[in-house]
């Protein structure tokens, strides 16, 4: 597509459930990023794909929190047994390193846990 | 590894004035540099880059930065701004190789005033 999409765009979920989240990069984009950002904070970075690499899975908060990447493309961020504290703004981005450094953004899912 | 301190994290200013949003890397290796927007509700897009070459770059929305290695500084500009540039504002830092994240400072929160 011409931009990275993000969906739901909104998800509102109970406590203890779980919920994913789904990216679908810029076609060709070989780079992933997943970033979380709460109410009034900056961005806090999750995990990134890059090609066929391990993942740089660093930056999940917890045992609780996963993602996978299939096929080069489409990924998907899991939360399991969500907490209120998983309540924020989950961005995804994607780039070309190859073409240009730049990462490109989607418009994030907001998750609510209740 | 990298890191990026935003030194500011709000900035009131009045319509037309002129505007300095702050940014301080650290990092043993060269690095690319950039600035992103985040609008009210919406994700996050390039302002500008810094790659190599020119240490002054512009960018859109009439904004400019000027990277200094010296001071490892990446401080953001624009000469008079409007009620429109009310937003956040992201400073972000990667390895000029390949496979390495972005890392993202805190933001800024840009708040033009009438």
């Known amino acids: 597509g011409a931009g990275v999409s993000q969906s739901p765009s909104n998800k509102v979920t109970e406590k203890g459930k779980d919920v994913e989240l789904r990216c679908d990069p810029i076609?060709?984009?070989?780079?992933l990023y997943w970033y979380r950002q709460s109410l009034g904070q900056g961005l806090e970075f999750l995990i990134y794909f890059q090609g066929n690499s391990a993942p740089d899975k660093s930056g999940l908060p917890s045992d609780r929190f996963s993602a996978e990447r299939t096929g080069g493309s489409v990924s998907t961020l899991t939360i399991q047994r969500t907490q209120q504290e998983d309540s924020a703004v989950y961005l995804c981005?994607?780039?070309?390193?190859?073409?240009?450094?730049?990462?490109?953004f989607g418009q994030g899912t907001r998750l609510t846990v209740v | 590894a990298q890191s990026v301190t935003q030194l500011d994290s709000q900035v009131p200013v009045f319509e037309e004035a002129p505007v300095e949003l702050r940014c301080n890397y650290s990092?043993?290796?060269?690095?690319?540099l950039f600035w992103y927007v985040q609008y009210p509700n919406q994700g996050l897009q390039l302002l500008l880059k810094?790659?190599?070459?020119?240490?002054l770059v512009k960018g859109i929305n009439g904004f400019e930065a000027e990277f200094n290695k010296s001071q490892t500084s990446f401080h953001l500009r624009k000469p008079s701004v409007h009620i429109s540039d009310t937003a956040e504002y992201f400073c972000?830092?990667?390895?000029?190789?390949?496979?390495?994240?972005?890392?993202f400072g805190a933001g800024t929160r840009l708040f033009v005033k009438a």
């Open positions: 981005a994607s780039s070309s390193p190859q073409l240009s450094p730049e990462a490109f």
């Open positions: 972000a830092v990667k390895r000029n190789t390949g496979g390495f994240k972005t890392i």
């Open positions: 810094y790659l190599s070459g020119s240490t």
């Open positions: 990092s043993s290796v060269s690095v690319y």
């Open positions: 076609s060709g984009h070989t780079a």
